[in-house]
């Protein structure tokens, strides 16, 4: 049974978003479109899991909509801080920096979702990933510390992805 069922939903949490997604963006929920979207749900992870052989086995969903309600508070603090940034700091007061945040996770998707959430906040921008897979180098729009946000990426962000991807 649990083979059958691997086989059949090689990516269940992918399935589940694609048939939300696609429920969402037909703007009227009805049997038929639902429908329809979990059949997408369920072909289009079948028909690309040859492309993702090396998936993370261990995933905590629980941990990750905690960690997501984390990030949408972050994205709306740090969207009142760079508005005050914008509006009271002067030009000559900026202090932008590159920091580069060493890296713990080894999963390529949770490296992803780490940069993309750094991304996502206002004043941070992930501007590459070394070759390697060892650091992420950022951009922060302001900052007086550095190594604070370095260690602020790091607690905040990193260590509840490595308890999301075991």
């Given at each position: 049974?649990?083979?059958?069922?691997?086989?059949?939903?090689p990516?269940?949490?992918?399935?589940?978003?694609l048939?939300?997604?696609?429920?969402?963006?037909?703007?009227?929920?009805?049997?038929?479109?639902?429908?329809?979207?979990?059949?997408?749900?369920?072909?289009?992870?079948l028909?690309?899991?040859?492309w993702?052989?090396d998936?993370?086995?261990?995933?905590r969903?629980g941990?990750?909509?905690?960690y997501?309600?984390?990030?949408?508070?972050?994205?709306?603090?740090?969207?009142?801080?760079?508005?005050?940034?914008v509006?009271?700091?002067?030009?000559a007061?900026?202090?932008?920096?590159?920091?580069?945040?060493p890296?713990?996770l080894?999963?390529?998707?949770?490296?992803?979702?780490l940069?993309?959430?750094?991304?996502?906040?206002?004043?941070?921008?992930?501007?590459?990933?070394?070759?390697?897979?060892?650091?992420?180098?950022?951009?922060?729009?302001?900052t007086?510390?550095?190594?604070?946000?370095?260690a602020?990426i790091?607690?905040?962000?990193?260590?509840?992805?490595?308890?999301?991807?075991?």
């Amino acid at each position: 049974m649990t083979k059958a069922f691997n086989w059949l939903l090689p990516h269940p949490i992918l399935t589940l978003l694609l048939a939300v997604v696609w429920t969402l963006l037909q703007n009227s929920v009805s049997a038929g479109m639902v429908v329809f979207g979990v059949i997408l749900g369920i072909i289009i992870p079948l028909m690309t899991a040859a492309w993702w052989p090396d998936r993370p086995q261990g995933f905590r969903l629980g941990k990750m909509i905690n960690y997501s309600l984390i990030v949408m508070w972050d994205i709306l603090v740090a969207n009142i801080e760079v508005a005050k940034i914008v509006l009271f700091v002067p030009v000559a007061d900026l202090k932008p920096a590159w920091i580069i945040i060493p890296l713990d996770l080894k999963e390529p998707e949770a490296i992803t979702i780490l940069a993309g959430t750094i991304t996502l906040t206002p004043g941070t921008v992930s501007a590459d990933l070394s070759d390697k897979g060892h650091s992420l180098l950022v951009h922060v729009l302001h900052t007086d510390d550095p190594d604070a946000e370095v260690a602020t990426i790091k607690s905040r962000y990193e260590a509840r992805l490595k308890e999301i991807f075991v």
